[in-house]
């Protein structure tokens, strides 16, 4: 978002029509739902209270929900309010030109056009680059942030955050920026949540994946948008220090995942121990030690759930099962007395798109194949077997 969009007032409050933009920003993926139907019916008037509880130090977070996520994999989600998500749009519409100039090229994640299919592109273009087009050695490192969400320092997170604001940030609202970060980081959800899962789904996640079980002080609730951006930033001093004090060529970052290419194997070894005290020592992190991959890079990798190999690309074992399970999940609203057609079509559409960024020609295949024939009756595949259309077959 440019920033002459957000130039505040001279008192250094933050215009109400911000709060509208960051309002329609939050809408548009919310439409259906029913917190922002209740929320549209006198949006105006709740608007204006926001923008003069934020302006006046009043804003409270409210509670939030939390529950447990199964897929892709088993993970506790807090979910904020409308009127939250509101004030985190409205707090990455005016970072995010800031934090952009601090990132580097290959960190991805919640930035425009670097998604899941942007990095994973970037991890096959490093091993072709390193290996000059698969005729060289060379070595693929894998490391993960062990617990990463539940481990972030929150006061390290602050002090990184006030001190790129202070710095770089020319805008009088400046102060009120730093209130809001401030509101949204050191506020606790596990103090004031509401259980939308059972106790018992609890059971079988480990410590480090559970807010209710971090370390005072530590640890960002997995769901808010802030935080993704947030989570983001926290790794990018680690970012610099792999380009440019180790000066490491091939190197990609999504969220924890840390992917390196390079052709000598003993540097890749001895990258992990500068990697490993460079999180401790700076970031309060570790990096989990059951999760360091290191081979050759014809052995392949998995990245983000797929499994990268010289000329090819396979999904991985749990989006497999996931796909299944989707399967069968289709299969049973195909079969219910009424027909959700927009949630069959975005669930078959979601899985066939994401399968073909891979050479999965025969899973695609077996996928529609294992469809129950209702599907038929309500949509049509288009001729290239990657999306359906929702005309109805005749």
């Known amino acids: ?222 769901g808010n948008y802030t935080n993704q951006v947030f989570a983001n930033l926290y790794l990018t001093p680690l970012d610099h220090f792999v380009k440019h004090k180790l000066r490491v060529k091939h190197y990609v970052r999504y969220v924890d995942d840390i992917f390196i290419v390079h052709k000598d194997k003993n540097q890749l070894k001895a990258i992990i121990s500068l990697i490993k005290a460079y999180t401790e020592n700076n970031l309060n992190l570790s990096i989990h030690p059951k999760k360091i991959y290191l081979q050759h890079y014809q052995k392949g990798a998995e990245f983000l759930g797929i499994y990268i190999k010289p000329y090819r690309c396979y999904v991985s074992r749990r989006i497999k099962g996931n796909l299944w399970q989707a399967t069968r999940d289709i299969n049973i609203l195909l079969e219910s007395e009424e027909i959700d057609t927009n949630t069959i079509l975005s669930k078959t559409n979601s899985y066939l798109g994401l399968l073909s960024h891979s050479n999965t020609y025969k899973l695609r295949k077996k996928f529609l194949n294992n469809l129950s024939p209702n599907m038929w009756k309500y949509f049509s595949l288009k001729k290239n077997c990657c999306s359906f259309s929702n005309s109805l077959v005749i």
């Open 1 to 222: 978002m440019e920033h002459d969009r957000f130039e505040p007032n001279e008192k250094g409050d933050i215009p109400l029509e911000h709060f509208f933009l960051a309002y329609f920003d939050c809408r548009e993926n919310k439409k259906k739902k029913e917190e922002a139907i209740n929320f549209e019916f006198n949006y105006e008037r709740e608007l204006v209270k926001l923008w003069r509880d934020v302006n006046n130090e009043r804003y409270n977070v409210s509670a939030l929900d939390v529950f447990i996520s199964e897929r892709p994999v088993k993970r506790e989600i807090f979910a904020a309010r409308f009127r939250d998500r509101i004030v985190h749009h409205l707090v990455v519409n005016k970072l995010e030109y800031l934090l952009e100039k601090e990132f580097i090229y290959d960190t991805h994640s919640c930035r425009k056009g670097r998604g899941v299919h942007f990095a994973i592109n970037r991890a096959k273009r490093h091993i072709l680059r390193c290996s000059k087009n698969y005729t060289k050695d060379c070595h693929i490192l894998k490391l993960d942030i062990k617990g990463y969400f539940m481990s972030i320092d929150k006061g390290i997170l602050l002090n990184n955050l006030e001190s790129l604001i202070n710095q770089k940030y020319l805008v009088r609202d400046k102060d009120k920026l730093i209130y809001l970060c401030r509101a949204i980081i050191n506020n606790n959800p596990t103090k004031n949540c509401i259980r939308k899962s059972p106790r018992e789904k609890w059971i079988g996640l480990p410590k480090s994946k559970s807010l209710f079980c971090a370390k005072n002080n530590c640890g960002l609730p997995i």
